[in-house]
């Protein structure tokens, strides 16, 4: 009888974990992708897309934009809340209000795990892509296409197909202009402000040791020349990974793409860089989809950045703990992947849970970037 009870117990506590699991899980799917406050034309946040597809779709829809200023802009969120696809389309649309000569030449291309796909267009652009154009699109390109699960296919002859109906449009072109000097990341604001304490208190010291007028101001300018060169020299992360556009032919140092054995773990830093090479190193599951699509990333940006050494941990739980993966580096390694970048004198540059002055992936951006300098200098 006790052993009857207790079976009956268990059984209660197992559903009313699944009820729990399910009751999150519907929640989540309830919740909406938070809309990004800016936007590109290619926005991918369900990596459907690789990052060569990408920038091969963006430069396309960047010379459309050029042309007549027909701007098509291409998003993919893993959920849009329990309104559906078309609000989440329309809230998009009304924040982003996309085209950019006052027109209304926008067209929104949203693709949300789990549903169809939705295309709006502003009244610019209406008469090239009607609602008639739009449904044989969706029909005869997407829908074929996507019930094979060839998603990234799908969605690039959809775009083709798109750009091919708008390139003629009689409208007005952009000023927007989409150079290789634009990937430049800005300065932090906190650089001037790190300047500023500096030349405060390195005037402070002078008054404080020096009593006489004309040292007074020899120091002062020593002072303010220094936080001038501190300023100037200064860079962020992002900038100690880029290449300068002038030397960019002549990285070839590097382009090597080794495995480290896992039996040989823990290790230290030093026996992972490569000694005068920008080394990225990545501890790598076999089981992880955000493993596999960054393997395809890294494959597109040797291409352009040979220079780069790599190197690839496999690394699972079961055999070998995270943690305990290298030594002498504080952050704890949770799950895979995990990225470390290690500059070219063998000093940690960036680590996985750490970004670059925009907020943004640094190891993203940084491959990002690269492929669009490489793309402007062919």
Known sequence: MMLRRFWIFVALICCAAAYAHAAENAQQAEEAFPIPDRYQLVNDYLDVLDMSKRL??????????????????????????????????????????????????????????????????????????????????????????????????????????????????????TSHEYQAAQVAPNQPKYLLIGALVLLGAGYAVVLFWFRSRKKKHIGVFIILACAIYFASTWKTDLEKLMVPVTTYVESQAGNRFVAVDPAKLPITPKDLTEPGVTTVVYFHDDTCEACMQLDRNLADFQRVRPDVAVRKIPISKGTNAYSEAIRDYQTRIYKAPFILIFGANGKLIAADDRTDSTGEDLLERWMALELVQAAYRK
Request: aromatic share 6%.
């Open 56 to 173: 091969e779709i963006s430069k396309r829809l960047q010379a459309l934009e050029k042309r007549n200023g027909t701007q098509i802009v291409f998003l993919s969120v893993p959920s849009v809340g329990a309104d559906g696809p078309y609000p989440y389309a329309v809230k998009v649309a009304e924040k982003w209000d996309i085209g950019n000569n006052g027109q209304g030449n926008g067209v929104l291309f949203l693709a949300a795990q789990g549903y169809g796909p939705v295309i709006l267009t502003g009244p610019g652009i209406a008469g090239a892509l009607p609602d008639a154009k739009l449904a044989q699109i969706v029909r005869e390109l997407i829908e074929p296409r996507w019930k094979k699960e060839e998603f990234a296919e799908g969605i690039e002859d959809a775009i083709d197909a798109m750009i091919l109906a708008a390139q003629e449009e009689d409208t007005k072109a």
